[in-house]
Each structure stands twice: as structure tokens, then as C-alpha cells.
Nanobody
Framework: QVQLVESGGGLVQPGGSLRLSCAAS????????TTWFRQAPGKEREGVSC????????SYADSVKGRFTISRDNAKNTVYLQMNSLNPEDTAVYSC???????????????????WGQGTQVTVSS
């Protein structure tokens, strides 16, 4: 069964850190481009960060550059999102999505992706 499962969300104070995990089953993430999206209440879904299949080239939204880091552990078939210096504007449901092969443009467009996780809530608040 093809599945993506996110974990690691929670409540954190401004300036804090969280690491999200996106674990895949039924397929091998190394052959897929995987992207983290987020959606805050009343806002459109936003592409946060992407890691390309095989070569692991990464991309980031301007809003998270320098604060978030995406990575992949092929042995664990898992993609991570390390989030540092969190602020209240980062509050959202974070979901991972995957598509076979590479995306050569517009990685942040959700229509590219075949598989989606259920999401994990991240709340940044004092």
C-alpha cells in the first residue's frame, strides 16, 4: 500500500525548532521528488521546500530560506524538514507530497504530485 505519513508537528514557542518527518511505504522516496507544503487557516496551500529524486537538489520558498532544511534518509525511506527560528507566521498544517522522477519547474505547484500525506499541525505561539 502506497502511503506517506507525517509526524513531528506540535506546539513550539517563537524562535524554537521542530523536525518534521515524512515516512513512505510502498514506494522508494529516492526515486521521487518530495515536497513539503503548508496551509494556514484562510490561506492557500504553499510549497515550502522540495528535494529532487536521486540527486537530492533542494529548493525553498523565500519565506523559509535560511531557516528550514530539507533532507532525505534513503535507508529509512524518509524525508525530513528541519525548521529553525520558527515564528507565528509558520503556523500551519504541513503535508508532504511525492511524484516519480524530477520536476524541472514549478515544484511548488500542488497539481504535480501523486501521493499526499495526511498532514501534521505546527503551531508557533508563546
Amino acid at each position: 500500500q502506497v502511503q506517506l505519513v507525517e509526524s513531528g508537528g506540535g506546539l513550539v514557542q517563537p524562535g524554537g525548532s521542530l523536525r518534521l518527518s515524512c515516512a513512505a511505504s510502498g514506494f522508494t522516496l529516492d526515486y521521487y521528488t518530495t515536497t513539503w507544503f503548508r496551509q494556514a487557516p484562510g490561506k492557500e496551500r504553499e510549497g515550502v521546500s522540495c528535494i529532487s529524486s536521486s540527486d537530492g537538489i533542494t529548493s525553498y520558498a523565500d519565506s523559509v530560506k535560511g531557516r528550514f532544511t530539507i533532507s532525505r534518509d534513503n535507508a529509512k525511506n524518509t524525508v525530513y524538514l528541519q525548521m529553525n527560528s520558527l515564528n507565528p507566521e509558520d503556523t500551519a498544517v504541513y503535508s508532504c507530497a511525492a511524484v516519480p522522477g524530477r520536476i524541472y519547474s514549478s515544484w511548488y505547484e500542488s497539481e504535480w504530485y501523486d501521493y499526499w500525506g495526511q498532514g501534521t499541525q505546527v503551531t508557533v505561539s508563546s
